[in-house]
């Protein structure tokens, strides 16, 4: 024991000793280092090789000396059992001696550390705009306008913001319907320098086209004029601004600047331009139109018929109308409720209950069943007209009918002329009997009924597997369900849908035309290598002839 604490006690001593030896050669050599700076260039060569020869010698012993200071620490750190506390001490204190005397002497100091204490600043003030970015996008997912136009001017105060944050609230206050406010939010980023984009752009010019078509129309040329040329969206804006306005005359002159400037018209495109003729009663221009969208490929949806039919409702054209209804059920489409109420209504209010019954008829033949709406105005009008009859039979129909019940006023009608109105609290046993009883099939789908061969699945997994592997390559034929304008879409295909159970995905780049929304394509079937889902490749135009 004593042997350890005399050695413990030597190593100490030795360590404090070599310390001191070795910082003050340090403050020696800094001091050569300093003088030898001042000598004069007409001093010998030989006097000044011999001097820097000593000094380096003095540096390196230096060097030498801190290891063997740095090896006694960690030595007795492991076995002094405390003495190296008294040689940290002492050591600190040494070192505290030698930077004064360093000070003293006006010898260089280390760097003071300005730079990292700006990187620093740096650092925090790009996490704080991140936050303010996040908070500024959260904002503006909840339509909060206001919220998000507050946190962009503090952004603004404080060191600027980039122009997804300005687009984000053009967006946002374009949305919301406060346009006058996006177009101040999109002239300031362009004062700033931000680059103009056809998004910010379109956003405040579908806002304004909501409000005042010149307006919309004054914004446009300024795209114009920062170098932007019309896209889909802008012409298709623009389009149905005209159609809202009921200026068939105009909205047909931006269809056919469109198409001249060879933008790829869409089936919202079609739609505005087509409602529009419809609402004038240009008829021939209408059917046009129609012919047009077939030579492009372009496959009109239920709201593209739904529109015209009930425009030509609205201007009491029911033959025009009624064949525009046969036209769309002959496309193939599965029509819904609304294709069919425009009509409806027509023939209720003049008191034409036979024409009435027969769209009914032609509804329920196409697995589109009535809903408690039309079976009161049905119910209503045939009171109107007097027919204890037919208001009986249909308000006992909407009773059958699951899920269906009168409104108010047309029980109330029903009872202006003494006749039953029915128990809608029936059981749902008593409801299948009564709906046995006169025909009409529990099963019978409410709305639309989808493609059998969309729904179809192959139950084995390897069949399966097999069966996606051996389309991989082949030519289909589908419809451009959605597309975003430089970034991506879908294709809607039945036969792959069977095979994927999803819509096909269709990037940028797999579609160089830029074909919009309605669009009639043929592509090839790719698989993506990272997640197996479908893609579409060599999209083109599909045509008949073809």
């Not at 967006?171 to 406060?178: F, L, P, S």
Request: proline share 3%; aromatic share 6%.
């Amino acid at each position: 024991m004593s042997m350890f604490m005399k050695l413990s006690t030597g190593s100490t001593v030795f360590s404090f000793a070599t310390s001191a030896a070795v910082l003050f050669p340090i403050v020696a050599s800094q001091d050569a280092v300093s003088q030898s700076t001042l000598v004069n260039e007409q001093d010998a060569p030989e006097d000044s090789i011999v001097t820097a020869i000593s000094m380096y010698l003095e540096v390196i012993l230096s060097f030498v000396g801190i290891a063997v200071v740095l090896g006694l620490n960690k030595y007795h750190y492991r076995h002094g059992r405390g003495s190296n506390a008294k040689l940290r001490k002492v050591t600190t204190k040494v070192v505290a001696d030698v930077t004064e005397a360093k000070l003293k002497k006006g010898l260089p100091q280390p760097k003071s550390r300005e730079v990292p204490q700006r990187l620093l600043e740096a650092a925090q003030d790009t996490s704080e705009r991140k936050r303010s970015s996040d908070s500024l996008q959260a904002a503006t997912k909840k339509d909060d306008a206001a919220e998000a136009v507050s946190i962009l001017e503090t952004m603004e105060a404080k060191s600027g913001a980039p122009f997804s944050d300005y687009s984000c609230v053009i967006t946002c206050c374009a949305r919301t319907g406060d346009a006058q406010a996006a177009e101040k939010w999109l002239r300031r980023a362009l004062e700033i320098g931000h680059p103009p984009t056809h998004i910010s752009f379109n956003a405040v010019v579908n806002a304004l086209a909501k409000v005042d078509i010149w307006q919309a129309l004054r914004v446009t040329d300024d795209m114009r004029a920062a170098g932007l040329e019309f896209d889909t969206i802008t012409y298709n804006t623009i389009i149905g601004a005209w159609a809202r306005n009921g200026d068939a005359v105009n909205s047909q002159l931006w269809m056919k600047m469109m198409l001249t400037a060879g933008v790829k018209a869409s089936v919202v495109s079609f739609g505005s331009v087509m409602r529009a003729c419809a609402a004038a009663g240009q008829i021939q221009n209408l059917d046009d139109w129609l012919e047009k969208s077939k030579v492009l490929g372009i496959e009109l949806n239920l709201i593209c018929y739904s529109s015209v039919i009930n425009a030509l409702a609205k201007r009491d054209n029911m033959e025009g109308a009624v064949q525009w209804l046969s036209r769309m059920l002959a496309s193939g489409l599965q029509p819904d409720i609304t294709c069919f109420t425009g009509v409806l209504d027509v023939y209720l209010t003049r008191g034409e209950l036979q024409a009435a019954t027969k769209i009914v008829e032609l509804m329920r033949s196409v697995s589109v069943e009535p809903d408690s709406g039309i079976f009161s105005s049905v119910v209503a009008a045939a009171v109107n007209c007097g027919d204890r009859h037919m208001a009986q039979k249909w308000a006992d129909e909407c009773y059958d009918a699951p899920r269906r019940r009168l409104t108010r006023a047309a029980e109330m009608s029903l009872i202006s002329i003494r006749l039953r109105v029915p128990n809608f609290k029936k059981s749902r046993k008593e409801l299948a009997e009564a709906q046995e009883a006169r025909g009409v099939s529990t099963a019978a789908p409410i709305s639309k009924v989808q493609a059998p061969a969309r729904n179809s699945t192959i139950g084995d997994p390897e069949e399966l597997a097999n069966a996606r592997k051996s389309v991989v390559g082949q030519k289909f034929i589908g419809t451009i369900k959605e597309f975003v304008s430089g970034k991506f879409g879908y294709i809607v295909c039945d036969e792959t849908h069977v095979l994927f159970h999803r819509d096909v995905y269709m990037s940028s780049s797999d579609n160089p035309e830029q074909l919009a929304k309605g669009q009639k394509v043929s592509f090839t079937l790719r698989v993506d290598a990272k997640v197996g889902l479908p893609r579409a490749a060599d999209v083109e135009v599909y045509r008949l002839n073809t």
